[in-house]
Antibody, heavy 124, light 107 residues
Framework: QVQLQESGPGLVRPSETLSLTCTVSGYSSSSDNYWAWIRQPPGKGLEWIGS???????YYNPSLKSRVTISVDTSKSQFSLKLTSVTAADTAFYYC?????????????????WGQGTLVTVSS | IVMTQSPVTLSVSPGERATLSCRAS??????LAWYQQKPGQAPRLLIYGASTRATGIPARFSGSGSGTEFTLTISSLQSEDFAVYYC??????????FGQGTKVEIK
Protein backbone atom coordinates (compact mmCIF):
# COMPACT_ATOMS: atom_id res chain seq x y z
CA GLN A 1 0.00 0.00 0.00
CA VAL A 2 1.50 3.30 -1.10
CA GLN A 3 1.77 5.87 1.65
CA LEU A 4 2.89 9.46 1.31
CA GLN A 5 3.94 11.88 4.04
CA GLU A 6 4.63 15.58 3.60
CA SER A 7 7.15 17.40 5.75
CA GLY A 8 8.55 20.90 5.98
CA PRO A 9 8.20 24.24 7.72
CA GLY A 10 4.71 25.32 8.65
CA LEU A 11 5.60 29.01 8.51
CA VAL A 12 7.42 30.83 5.71
CA ARG A 13 8.19 34.54 5.51
CA PRO A 14 6.93 36.56 2.55
CA SER A 15 9.37 36.67 -0.39
CA GLU A 16 11.18 33.57 0.86
CA THR A 17 11.14 30.03 -0.53
CA LEU A 18 8.70 27.36 0.52
CA SER A 19 10.31 23.91 0.62
CA LEU A 20 8.45 20.67 1.22
CA THR A 21 9.39 17.02 0.97
CA CYS A 22 7.17 14.02 0.37
CA THR A 23 8.41 10.66 1.64
CA VAL A 24 6.95 7.63 -0.09
CA SER A 25 6.67 4.20 1.46
CA GLY A 26 5.18 0.91 0.33
CA TYR A 27 6.26 1.50 -3.25
CA SER A 28 9.43 0.23 -4.83
CA SER A 29 9.08 0.63 -8.59
CA SER A 30 11.26 3.25 -10.21
CA SER A 31 9.98 2.72 -13.73
CA ASP A 32 6.56 4.24 -13.35
CA ASN A 33 7.06 6.99 -10.82
CA TYR A 34 4.57 9.75 -11.29
CA TRP A 35 4.32 12.18 -8.42
CA ALA A 36 2.43 15.41 -7.95
CA TRP A 37 1.91 18.34 -5.63
CA ILE A 38 -1.56 19.80 -5.12
CA ARG A 39 -2.54 22.61 -2.81
CA GLN A 40 -5.68 23.94 -1.17
CA PRO A 41 -6.03 27.34 0.52
CA PRO A 42 -7.99 26.99 3.77
CA GLY A 43 -11.70 26.76 2.98
CA LYS A 44 -11.14 26.85 -0.77
CA GLY A 45 -10.73 24.47 -3.69
CA LEU A 46 -7.89 22.35 -5.04
CA GLU A 47 -5.10 23.56 -7.31
CA TRP A 48 -2.70 21.26 -9.15
CA ILE A 49 0.83 22.62 -8.78
CA GLY A 50 2.81 20.20 -10.89
CA SER A 51 4.08 16.70 -11.55
CA UNK A 52 7.34 14.86 -12.01
CA UNK A 53 7.81 11.60 -13.87
CA UNK A 54 10.31 8.78 -13.55
CA UNK A 55 12.11 10.12 -16.61
CA UNK A 56 12.75 13.33 -14.69
CA UNK A 57 10.31 15.28 -16.82
CA UNK A 58 8.41 17.94 -14.97
CA TYR A 59 5.13 19.65 -15.73
CA TYR A 60 3.97 22.75 -13.92
CA ASN A 61 0.83 24.80 -13.63
CA PRO A 62 1.43 27.79 -15.92
CA SER A 63 0.16 30.10 -13.18
CA LEU A 64 3.06 29.00 -10.94
CA LYS A 65 5.65 27.84 -13.43
CA SER A 66 8.09 30.71 -12.93
CA ARG A 67 8.29 29.99 -9.20
CA VAL A 68 8.01 26.19 -8.92
CA THR A 69 10.57 23.41 -8.96
CA ILE A 70 9.72 19.76 -8.34
CA SER A 71 12.51 17.23 -8.00
CA VAL A 72 12.85 13.59 -7.01
CA ASP A 73 15.43 11.63 -5.05
CA THR A 74 14.72 7.99 -5.77
CA SER A 75 17.49 6.81 -3.45
CA LYS A 76 15.60 8.35 -0.54
CA SER A 77 12.09 7.58 -1.88
CA GLN A 78 11.37 11.28 -1.69
CA PHE A 79 10.27 14.06 -3.96
CA SER A 80 10.31 17.74 -3.22
CA LEU A 81 8.59 21.04 -3.92
CA LYS A 82 10.18 24.46 -3.95
CA LEU A 83 8.10 27.58 -4.44
CA THR A 84 9.99 30.86 -4.51
CA SER A 85 8.96 34.43 -3.70
CA VAL A 86 5.95 33.38 -1.67
CA THR A 87 3.14 35.71 -0.65
CA ALA A 88 0.11 35.34 1.59
CA ALA A 89 -1.74 33.91 -1.43
CA ASP A 90 0.49 30.84 -1.18
CA THR A 91 -0.88 29.99 2.26
CA ALA A 92 -2.47 26.59 1.82
CA PHE A 93 -2.56 22.93 2.69
CA TYR A 94 -0.01 21.25 0.46
CA TYR A 95 -0.58 17.65 -0.57
CA CYS A 96 1.68 15.21 -2.34
CA UNK A 97 -0.11 12.64 -4.45
CA UNK A 98 0.28 9.75 -6.86
CA UNK A 99 -2.02 8.57 -9.65
CA UNK A 100 -3.85 5.31 -9.27
CA UNK A 101 -2.53 2.29 -11.16
CA UNK A 102 -5.01 -0.12 -12.71
CA UNK A 103 -3.72 -3.45 -14.03
CA UNK A 104 -0.26 -1.98 -14.19
CA UNK A 105 -1.36 1.08 -16.13
CA UNK A 106 -1.01 4.47 -14.50
CA UNK A 107 -4.17 6.52 -14.86
CA UNK A 108 -2.51 9.86 -15.32
CA UNK A 109 -4.12 12.62 -13.34
CA UNK A 110 -6.46 10.40 -11.29
CA UNK A 111 -4.90 10.71 -7.87
CA UNK A 112 -5.62 7.64 -5.79
CA UNK A 113 -2.92 8.18 -3.18
CA TRP A 114 -2.54 11.32 -1.09
CA GLY A 115 -0.50 12.44 1.85
CA GLN A 116 -2.41 13.83 4.80
CA GLY A 117 -1.42 17.35 3.83
CA THR A 118 0.61 20.00 5.58
CA LEU A 119 -0.46 23.57 6.23
CA VAL A 120 2.03 26.19 5.16
CA THR A 121 1.34 29.73 6.31
CA VAL A 122 3.07 32.67 4.69
CA SER A 123 3.38 35.45 7.22
CA SER A 124 5.95 37.75 8.70
CA ILE B 1 -9.96 24.08 -19.09
CA VAL B 2 -12.44 25.50 -16.58
CA MET B 3 -14.50 23.02 -14.59
CA THR B 4 -17.80 24.29 -13.19
CA GLN B 5 -19.74 22.34 -10.60
CA SER B 6 -23.35 22.75 -9.61
CA PRO B 7 -24.95 23.27 -7.26
CA VAL B 8 -22.53 24.88 -4.83
CA THR B 9 -24.44 23.36 -1.92
CA LEU B 10 -26.84 20.43 -2.01
CA SER B 11 -29.10 19.75 0.96
CA VAL B 12 -30.22 16.13 1.07
CA SER B 13 -31.86 13.90 3.67
CA PRO B 14 -30.18 10.61 4.59
CA GLY B 15 -31.40 7.82 2.34
CA GLU B 16 -32.22 10.18 -0.50
CA ARG B 17 -30.52 10.39 -3.88
CA ALA B 18 -27.97 13.11 -4.62
CA THR B 19 -27.05 14.26 -8.11
CA LEU B 20 -24.00 16.47 -8.62
CA SER B 21 -23.05 18.07 -11.92
CA CYS B 22 -19.75 19.05 -13.47
CA ARG B 23 -19.28 20.90 -16.73
CA ALA B 24 -16.04 21.38 -18.65
CA SER B 25 -15.37 24.46 -20.77
CA UNK B 26 -14.21 22.15 -23.58
CA UNK B 27 -14.28 18.43 -24.16
CA UNK B 28 -12.26 16.30 -21.76
CA UNK B 29 -13.41 13.02 -23.32
CA UNK B 30 -13.87 10.60 -20.39
CA UNK B 31 -10.80 11.80 -18.52
CA LEU B 32 -12.74 12.98 -15.51
CA ALA B 33 -12.32 12.10 -11.85
CA TRP B 34 -14.49 12.70 -8.78
CA TYR B 35 -13.13 13.13 -5.27
CA GLN B 36 -14.72 13.26 -1.85
CA GLN B 37 -13.20 15.43 0.87
CA LYS B 38 -14.19 15.50 4.52
CA PRO B 39 -13.05 18.20 6.97
CA GLY B 40 -9.43 17.83 7.96
CA GLN B 41 -8.80 15.05 5.45
CA ALA B 42 -7.14 14.72 2.08
CA PRO B 43 -9.36 14.17 -0.95
CA ARG B 44 -10.34 10.57 -1.69
CA LEU B 45 -10.63 9.32 -5.25
CA LEU B 46 -14.14 8.01 -5.95
CA ILE B 47 -14.43 7.78 -9.71
CA TYR B 48 -11.99 7.92 -12.62
CA GLY B 49 -12.56 7.58 -16.34
CA ALA B 50 -15.87 9.38 -15.69
CA SER B 51 -17.62 6.18 -14.59
CA THR B 52 -15.18 3.68 -13.03
CA ARG B 53 -15.29 3.38 -9.28
CA ALA B 54 -11.93 3.38 -7.52
CA THR B 55 -10.98 0.44 -5.35
CA GLY B 56 -13.13 0.13 -2.26
CA ILE B 57 -15.72 2.71 -3.28
CA PRO B 58 -19.30 1.60 -2.52
CA ALA B 59 -21.64 0.87 -5.39
CA ARG B 60 -23.99 3.66 -4.32
CA PHE B 61 -21.52 6.05 -5.99
CA SER B 62 -21.79 6.19 -9.76
CA GLY B 63 -20.45 8.51 -12.41
CA SER B 64 -21.63 9.21 -15.91
CA GLY B 65 -21.05 11.53 -18.84
CA SER B 66 -18.42 12.34 -21.43
CA GLY B 67 -17.21 15.34 -23.36
CA THR B 68 -18.29 18.36 -21.34
CA GLU B 69 -21.13 17.16 -19.10
CA PHE B 70 -20.67 14.83 -16.15
CA THR B 71 -22.73 13.62 -13.22
CA LEU B 72 -21.93 12.00 -9.89
CA THR B 73 -24.87 10.20 -8.33
CA ILE B 74 -25.06 8.94 -4.77
CA SER B 75 -28.04 6.61 -4.81
CA SER B 76 -28.90 6.59 -1.11
CA LEU B 77 -26.99 9.02 1.07
CA GLN B 78 -25.39 7.62 4.17
CA SER B 79 -24.23 9.74 7.11
CA GLU B 80 -20.61 9.32 6.04
CA ASP B 81 -21.33 10.75 2.57
CA PHE B 82 -21.87 14.31 3.76
CA ALA B 83 -18.77 16.02 2.47
CA VAL B 84 -17.43 18.21 -0.33
CA TYR B 85 -17.13 16.67 -3.78
CA TYR B 86 -14.75 17.83 -6.50
CA CYS B 87 -14.52 16.94 -10.17
CA UNK B 88 -11.20 17.12 -11.99
CA UNK B 89 -10.24 16.83 -15.63
CA UNK B 90 -7.04 15.09 -16.68
CA UNK B 91 -7.43 15.29 -20.43
CA UNK B 92 -5.71 18.56 -21.31
CA UNK B 93 -2.67 19.74 -19.42
CA UNK B 94 -0.94 21.46 -17.99
CA UNK B 95 -2.67 22.09 -15.78
CA UNK B 96 -5.06 19.44 -14.58
CA UNK B 97 -7.99 21.45 -13.25
CA PHE B 98 -10.57 20.97 -10.53
CA GLY B 99 -14.07 22.24 -10.11
CA GLN B 100 -14.81 24.54 -7.19
CA GLY B 101 -16.61 21.81 -5.29
CA THR B 102 -20.14 20.88 -4.23
CA LYS B 103 -20.91 20.61 -0.55
CA VAL B 104 -23.44 17.91 0.29
CA GLU B 105 -25.05 18.77 3.59
CA ILE B 106 -27.73 17.23 5.75
CA LYS B 107 -31.22 18.58 5.09
Amino acid sequence: QVQLQESGPGLVRPSETLSLTCTVSGYSSSSDNYWAWIRQPPGKGLEWIGSIYHSGSTYYNPSLKSRVTISVDTSKSQFSLKLTSVTAADTAFYYCARPVTIFGVVVMGAYGYWGQGTLVTVSS
Amino acid sequence: IVMTQSPVTLSVSPGERATLSCRASQSVSSNLAWYQQKPGQAPRLLIYGASTRATGIPARFSGSGSGTEFTLTISSLQSEDFAVYYCQQYNNWPPWTFGQGTKVEIK
